[in-house]
């Protein structure tokens, strides 16, 4: 069993595999209604037309994701390793990778280009920061939208119409304990129902005992245990942990589970 790291893009074995295609938009519809009107009419519709476009761009972001060499690298090795991390620098598209790739696996809306880990049916994930605040302000914001503008949730990388509903946090002001989103329904994809929810380290490993998910995305470096009770929430359905961090700890615990003995020495060097 290996492990990979991207930046170091790094993993561990996986399984399973589906595909998806997404749906033609209504783009084309529009400019032929537009064209088959006078100028003056159209002139009139066209900041409305720009201004539906910007909502669909705004509420489907996921559709526009597009990973650069690292990210996509990241993404592929889940194919065939269980656990992974990418390790960079700051904004460096680390939280963004791994809140793409959860949206994804969430909705079943899998891009042409996908080579990654792929379910095939509704799946139980789990995404956690540090603090509560640090993941509401984090992997929240990414999945859902700004945390403080419930009016703007719909606006990060889950698409709007995948949100069937929210529940609350009791933790920090604008945080949720979970997201239950509509998966799949097209093509080869079973329809049913994905539920994400929010955990933090600060509350301790007794807090992440007894759940089985499909998936664990650590954005920031966790405690070795709270990686380990993680990683065991997904053994018995094969799934995943990813893990998206800047390394401020230095040679921790967990950077090591994904480092060789080859590179390890080659990092003691300098």
């Known amino acids: 069993m290996t492990k990979s790291g991207s930046a170091s893009a790094a993993s561990k074995p996986s399984c399973g595999h589906s595909s998806g295609k997404g749906r033609a938009s209504g783009k084309g519809r529009a400019a032929k209604s537009l064209v088959s009107k006078s100028p003056a009419a159209a002139k009139r519709e066209y900041p409305g037309l ?41 904004q460096l598209g680390k939280t963004r990778a791994g809140g793409a790739e959860w949206a994804m ?26 603090t509560g605040e640090g993941t509401r302000d984090n992997p929240q914001r990414i999945l859902v939208g700004p945390p403080q503008q419930p009016a703007e949730w719909g606006t990060g990388m889950i698409p709007a119409d995948a949100i069937a509903h929210t529940i609350m946090g009791r933790n920090a002001p604008g945080a949720l304990d979970s997201v239950v989103v509509r998966h799949g329904g097209g093509g080869d ?23 089985t ?10 405690p070795l245990d709270i990686y380990s009770e993680g990683l065991t929430r997904t053994n018995a359905t094969g799934g995943i942990t990813i893990v998206t961090f800047t390394p401020l700890l230095g040679m921790s ?13 080659r990092m003691g060097k300098g």
């Open 50 to 90: 720009l201004k539906e476009l910007d909502r669909r761009r705004r509420t489907n972001q996921l559709a526009a994701y597009q990973p650069y060499a690292r990210q996509a690298a990241f993404h592929a090795a889940g194919a065939t390793n269980r656990e992974r991390l990418f390790m960079a620098g700051n």
């Open 105 to 130: 696996h969430l909705t079943g809306r899998y891009p042409a280009w996908w080579q990654g880990k792929v379910f095939d049916k509704a799946v139980r994930l789990w995404a956690a920061g540090v």
């Open 189 to 211: 994809v079973q329809a049913g129902e994905s539920v994400l929810s929010f955990k933090s380290y600060e509350k301790g490993r007794e807090k992440w005992q007894g759940e």
């Open 213 to 222: 998910l499909h998936g664990v995305w650590f954005d920031e470096e966790p």
């Open 253 to 265: 615990d967990v950077v090591l589970l994904f480092l060789s003995a080859e590179e390890v020495e």
